[in-house]
């Protein structure tokens, strides 16, 4: 027989009471005005995400500053290496759902499936995200039927009509008493998308201290809309915003003013957008600016993938040289820069590489799709390093321009208020108007964006103070970046080279004049030292020096050591003598050997295929960045031919190098070429 509601209720509230001590039953009221069922406004607990000000305090009757406040207060939490979740599909007779087009089964693949769905499931999203460490299970309940549709309601009707049907209890993994995750499908769009007040606005909420008859209690819930205002099923994109408020992560975007979805603008906020489209918890997951590329959920950003575990950041405290970060979409590296004396606030560095091999994390927000001339759907993201500036003191990311202190924003390379966005083009890194960044990152091939520092636009400052930091030499977007971290100081950069090439034949009888550029973002003195095969032959100011030549056919290192005292930035240079120009006639001329080297990038074995055109002593050797040799292949003499040799990616010494860029180099007494491959680990 049907438990009666007030049964159910007062049971309900009878529970409340221990576990919200202090509240007195007849504190409590439960009210059905205007369709709608109101929680007791006096449960402190009771949370609402991205519901906008004005339903909050109308419906709730609580302050949305009171409901801000609450937020902040919320206890984040790490999941376990698996999640459970109930998916309870809900519909009305005066509002059915689709359920031809969309049933049980149609949630089951959208959400739990592997390599099914484009872009990818919410399994998939998960797993991504995580690195392979969160396993999303659950179980699709439903449709479940009530009498009427009353917009906005707490869904406890359908809590209490499933409950002889679902045995909540099995939902809570950990043991805690509470539901791990309950998400709810309801018919009908959002009227996120559709603007319609008449529709469910998307919503998760926390401190709902439902009992159930199972001796569980559903404390917390997605709410999620059927489908897209054309009927299509509705994608994962706010299905993984919302799942990700359940696990305690607040949204990123400022709360001061929600976007005034019609225009796209925030009339009583200058900057509603401090993250923008680099995290799920931004406005990009939430389907607001979404034009054209609703499948396609950007990845979490450095932050939340940390509070949710995901990634442990690395922290840099020392100046380093040629620091590499590989793409965070497939590698879980992040860096972490802390103020000293303040360990709340810091910035994270992550490479967002939007040419990944990921399933997510590839276009835009096309917000860009208010002008007719963008276009929507397929604006790819700008890749680089992002840099997030946190500050965990702060109660959320509520600022204003004239103090935008926020506690998760991306400082915005090559945005300068001094000049903002005119209209006239569609360059990611300028600043777009209706008050909102694009929050560019840093990258070499961006004008302008190869440097973060107490110099630069914006600045490397904490909230106050100077930092000191010196971010410079970002290398251009790639799987896998460099850039240099100088603390009070920054490194002197060799930022142009002649020769270009750093394998360089020179004829018998000739000299050459190697020369370097160099850039010192704080403008120290530099002092250049030459070496020639190990040995110091020039030093001083002169940023050139003149090879003289060899008499033999002899292979010579020329390495410049440019520094400013305390850091250096160096450079190789192999030159090759060739004093056979003058060759008897018949003999075969000269010709350069062959190197093939692949795969690249490679995580294990990295096949090398040699051609020689001759008979002859040859070198095959590993070198990093810096010049240094790693590993020897061959040093033997050999025939004119083909040849095959591996690296398995160790020094000579056995010890496995680290991830990164190396040139493997074919020399033979004439000539030699060289490869770039990249390790992966």
Not at 129 to 140: A, D, K, Q, R, T
Not at 235 to 248: D, F, K, N, Q, Y
Not at 549 to 561: E, F, H, R, S
């Amino acid at each position: 027989m049907p438990r009666q509601k007030n049964q159910s209720l007062l049971f309900f509230f009878s529970m409340f009471l221990l576990v919200s001590a202090g509240t007195a039953l007849s504190d409590i009221d439960v009210n059905r005005e205007a369709g709608w069922e109101t929680p007791p406004p006096e449960n402190s607990r009771f949370t609402v995400f991205d519901l906008p000000a004005g339903e909050i305090e109308e419906r709730l009757g609580v302050p949305y500053p009171e409901m801000i406040e609450r937020k902040s207060r919320l206890q984040m939490m790490a999941p376990s290496d698996t999640g459970v979740a109930l998916i309870m599909l809900c519909q009305w007779e005066d509002d059915p759902a689709d359920t031809v087009a969309h049933p049980q089964a149609a949630y089951e693949t959208l959400l739990f499936s592997v390599d099914v769905v484009s872009p990818g499931s919410m399994r998939d999203f998960w797993l991504e995200n995580s690195y392979g460490s969160y396993w999303i299970e659950g179980e699709v309940h439903g449709w479940y039927t009530q009498p009427t549709f009353e917009p906005d309601m707490w869904f406890t009707d359908f809590f209490e009509a499933a409950d002889p049907y679902i045995d909540y209890s099995q939902f809570d993994r950990d043991g805690d008493g509470y539901t791990d995750a309950v998400w709810i499908f309801h018919a009908g769009p959002g009227q996120e998308e559709t603007h319609d007040p008449d529709d469910i606005w998307s919503y998760a909420v926390w401190g709902l201290d439902y009992m159930t008859d199972d001796g569980v209690i559903i404390d917390r819930y997605a709410c999620n809309p059927e489908e897209h205002a054309d009927g299509s099923i509705i994608s994962i994109r706010v299905a993984t915003h919302e799942a990700t408020h359940v696990l305690g992560i607040p949204d990123l975007y400022d709360y001061d003013s929600k976007l005034v979805t019609e225009t796209y603008y925030t009339p009583d906020d200058n900057n509603d957008h401090p993250l923008v489209d680099w995290c799920v918890m931004g406005y990009y997951g939430y389907n607001i600016m979404s034009y054209g590329t609703r499948q396609d959920p950007g990845h979490h950003c450095a932050w939340t993938k940390t509070q949710l575990g995901f990634v442990t950041p690395q922290v840099l405290s020392q100046s380093r040289h040629r620091i590499e970060i590989p793409e965070v979409e497939t590698n879980p590296v992040v860096y972490k820069i802390v103020r000293p004396g303040d360990s709340d606030e810091y910035f994270l560095l992550e490479n967002r590489y939007t040419l990944s091999s990921s399933k997510f994390d590839h276009l835009d927000s096309d917000f860009s799709a208010y002008w007719t001339w963008f276009t929507p759907g397929q604006n790819q993201k700008d890749p680089g390093l992002l840099v997030l500036h946190v500050d965990d003191d702060m109660d959320g990311n509520n600022g204003q321009p004239s103090n935008a202190h926020y506690m998760v924003t991306v400082e915005d390379a090559g945005y300068d208020p001094a000049t903002p966005w005119n209209g006239s083009s569609e360059f990611s890194e300028e600043w777009y108007p209706y008050e909102m960044r694009i929050s560019a990152t840093f990258a070499a091939e961006d004008p302008g964006q190869t440097s973060f520092t107490p110099n630069s636009v914006p600045s490397s400052d904490w909230y106050g103070p100077s930092s000191g930091i010196w971010i410079t030499n970002i290398s251009e977007s790639d799987s896998i970046m460099t850039f240099d971290l100088g603390f009070g100081n920054a490194w002197p950069a060799i930022v142009e080279h002649y020769p270009v090439s750093l394998d360089t034949t020179v004829s018998f009888g000739d000299s050459l004049l190697l020369s370097v550029v160099v850039v010192d973002e704080d403008g120290d003195p530099t002092t250049y030292v030459w070496h020639v095969n190990g040995g110091v032959v020039q030093s001083g100011s002169n940023s050139s020096y003149l090879y003289p030549g060899g008499t033999q056919a002899t292979t010579d290192t020329l390495l410049v050591v440019v520094t400013d005292g305390q850091l250096a930035d160096s450079l190789v240079w192999a030159l090759y003598n060739d004093v056979d120009a003058g060759i008897e006639d018949g003999a075969p001329s000269l010709t350069v050997p062959a190197l093939v080297a692949a795969p690249t990038p490679f995580n294990s074995s990295l096949e090398i295929r040699c051609a020689l055109p001759r008979a002859g002593r040859v070198r095959l050797s590993v070198y990093d960045l810096s010049g240094r040799l790693v590993a020897t292949l061959a040093d033997e003499e050999r025939d004119a031919g083909l040849f095959v040799r591996t690296w398995d990616g160790k020094t000579d010494s056995g010890v496995e190098s680290t991830a990164g860029v190396y040139f493997v180099r074919l020399a033979t007494r004439d000539l030699a070429v060289s490869r770039k491959v990249i390790l992966m680990r």
